[in-house]
């Protein structure tokens, strides 16, 4: 009975040393959390920094595409304009 109680020691003492050897990395997955959190952090907000930055460029896009446009389309009211008179003094 002595040597099972024995074999029953020497297992709980290498489950207890696991389990410490697993607490050990715990502990230090623990200690790494704050920085790893700055730099979750620091990355998400340079991430929305070029995200604001994109999206400024692209409203200015579109403003320029709009000016673009309404020049486009007053060229076109114009030469419309100038076809008609040109039309109407001919006909």
Known sequence: MSI????????????????????ETVDADIQTLPGLINTQFRFVESHFARVRSEMAELRK???DARQHS????DAILRALAEALEERGSTG
Do not use: G, P
């Open 4 to 23: 099972a109680l024995e074999d029953r020691v020497q297992t709980l003492e290498r489950e207890v040393n696991s389990m410490k050897s697993r607490l």
């Open 61 to 63: 896009d579109i403003a």
């Open 70 to 73: 309404d020049d486009r389309f």
